[in-house]
């Protein structure tokens, strides 16, 4: 699915109401998501144990 389309489907599922805000939050959070969907599938992700090695060095 590409952003474009995630964003939307989301963006769908919002109240009638819903402030600007609310939604330019909701398009950060897809991209996020999809970024990092797609940086993992690149192999650009680590481990959940090098990820606590590397928060136990904060």
């Not at 389309?5 to 769908?12: F, G, H, M, R």
């Not at 998501?33 to 090695?53: C, D, N, P, Q, Y």
């Amino acid at each position: 699915m590409s952003l474009k389309e995630a964003t939307l489907e989301v963006i769908k599922k919002l109240p009638d109401d819903v402030s600007a805000e609310d939604i330019m939050e909701k398009v950060n959070f897809v991209n996020q998501v999809v970024e990092g969907l797609a940086a993992s599938e690149a192999g650009r992700s680590i481990s959940t144990e090098e990820l606590l090695k590397r928060i136990e060095k904060w």
